[in-house]
């Protein structure tokens, strides 16, 4: 979304792009000459990469960058941007931290007090003005925001070190798994693993079967809700090319985890060339 966002006012010449692996550091700093902003999200989505936050937000800051983050996967109570050297986080409200998949909503947060009041400016000549209502179910959803993302981060590792065991599943991503690629980044940086997995199967068929045979699991592009959604990724017209065929994300909720995962060996079990 974001990207795509990006991409499209680069094409009205209103902005340059680069893009770049947000987990290859070096990659990062060598891009950040002359760069106005730093946009990263960590773990990203859906290939769930974690980045040296802290580094990269001193380095682009150094270059004369603001610095975002998007936090909509972490919540604050895994990950505080800000003391990292963000200028600006970003959440989707829409999805953890309202937590019920009823409203669509953004926030912005920023500790410096002129860009916040630039930022309140524009959004209220804009006029993108949240409604009374969602506002309201916004903040009863943050009333239970720690115990849903305790419950969310809980199952989603049990289901995580399962799927990783499980011989249809060919890749797992998910920091909490020692064999992660992010492990150790996220264990130092992060005060959880979130409640994001993606997987890869051997086919596209076999991850589009998968998606099929569930039957707890709701088949849906949103994450972050109280209920366990799953979806292929790349059925999104814009999902980058990077991201695999056969990759599947699953947002896990605060259901039962044996319910859970009852539900996915038997759709594994079920899918074709697979099990």
Do not use: C
């Amino acid at each position: 979304g974001s990207v795509s966002l990006a991409l499209a006012e680069e094409a009205r010449g209103r902005l340059t792009v680069r893009q770049v692996d947000i987990a290859d550091t070096a990659q990062v700093l060598g891009q950040l000459d002359g760069a106005d902003m730093l946009w990263l999200e960590s773990p990203t989505n859906p290939m769930l990469e974690v980045a040296e936050t802290a580094v990269l937000a001193a380095a682009a800051k150094a270059a004369g960058a603001t610095v975002v983050v998007d936090n909509t996967f972490n919540t604050p109570l895994v990950s505080r941007p800000l003391d990292y050297g963000a200028d600006v986080v970003l959440h989707s409200v829409t999805k953890y931290l309202a937590g019920h998949s009823d409203v669509v909503l953004g926030a912005l947060v920023t500790s410096d007090a002129a860009m916040r009041a630039e930022l309140a400016t524009y959004r209220t000549l804009h006029g993108a003005i949240a409604g009374p209502f969602e506002v309201w179910l916004a903040l009863r959803g943050l009333r239970t925001l720690a115990l849903r993302m305790e419950r969310s981060q809980a199952n989603a590792l049990e289901l995580a070190r399962r799927l990783d065991a499980h011989s249809s599943v060919t890749r797992i991503r998910y920091p909490g798994l020692p064999n992660d690629s992010g492990h150790e980044r996220a264990t130092a940086q992060l005060k959880g693993y979130g409640g994001i997995i993606s997987i890869e199967l051997e086919s596209r068929d076999a991850a589009d079967a998968l998606v099929e045979a569930v039957r707890l699991w709701l088949p849906a592009t949103s994450l972050g809700g109280v209920e366990s959604l799953i979806e292929r990724r790349r059925r999104q017209p814009g999902e980058p090319k990077t991201v695999p065929e056969a990759l599947v994300r699953l947002s896990v909720g605060i259901e039962n985890v044996e319910d859970l995962w009852a539900d996915l060996e038997a759709a594994l079990s079920s899918a074709p060339n697979n099990g």
